[in-house]
């Protein structure tokens, strides 16, 4: 797919105040510095669409994006940031849970992970919460230039390791550099073929 356009529409903190759920939408969530807004650019060729965070955690919004007027990409607030206060961690935990399981229109959520850590208990278990309510999903291992070949297929044979008792079979995974364009096409190419359906 080709980007012709990437437009800013509409940041909130609640699902309901999103715009009308008359477009495919695809959402992208994950730890906070994960690699995020960078792949959101990377994938848009937008170097500041959504901004690269020099304060973790701090946006807590659903932000909307409209893509070749025809749909939309949301960025997600990140989940864990050990520096947001509890109280802030619960508030969005509800808006990202609502969102997720309210929006009619989210085809597909894109679950970001940094490939260069060990499988973490955090995105682990929101995987699981995701498979347990049905929520269509992918993972995307992120920064995957910091790593080898073979250091690449080590990090996905751990989370297949982690996750055979729980998942019959690994949800769809993608590896990612925004350094490099690593799985550019891939990933855009995945989202056309959804718009397809
Ligand atoms: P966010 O908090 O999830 O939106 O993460 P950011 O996109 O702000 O990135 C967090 C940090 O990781 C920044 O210092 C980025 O430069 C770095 N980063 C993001 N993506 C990549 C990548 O693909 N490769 C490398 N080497 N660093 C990255």
Same mark, same amino acid.
Request: hydrophobic share 30%; proline share 7%.
């Given at each position: 797919m080709e980007i012709k356009s990437a437009n800013f529409v509409i940041s909130n903190t609640?699902?309901?105040?999103?715009?009308?759920?008359?477009r495919h939408e695809y959402a992208f969530i994950g730890r @906070?510095?994960?690699g995020k807004s960078s792949l959101i650019n990377m994938l848009t060729n !937008? @170097?500041?669409? +959504?901004k690269t965070s020099s304060s973790p955690g701090k946006t807590q919004l659903i932000n909307h994006f409209l893509i070749n007027d025809e749909w939309y990409l949301v960025d997600l607030p990140g989940y864990g !940031? +050990?520096?947001?206060s509890k109280s802030q961690r619960g508030q969005f935990s509800s808006m990202i849970k609502n969102y997720i399981l309210k929006r009619e229109s989210m085809v597909c959520l894109f679950v970001l992970i940094d490939s260069r850590h060990d499988p973490l208990k955090i995105d682990l278990d929101f995987m699981e919460w995701l498979g347990e309510n049905g929520v269509p999903f992918v993972m995307v291992f992120t920064k995957?230039?910091?790593?080898t070949t073979t250091e690449r297929m080590n990090c996905i044979a751990k989370y297949q390791e982690k996750m055979k008792d729980t998942w019959e079979s690994m949800p769809m995974a993608f590896i990612t550099s925004a350094?490099?364009?690593?799985g550019r096409v891939e990933l855009l190419s995945y989202i056309s073929e959804l718009n397809r359906l």
């Open positions: 609640d699902v309901k105040k999103c715009p009308d759920p008359d @906070s510095n994960v !937008y @170097s500041k669409l +959504a !940031y +050990a520096r947001t995957a230039d910091k790593l350094e490099t364009k690593l």
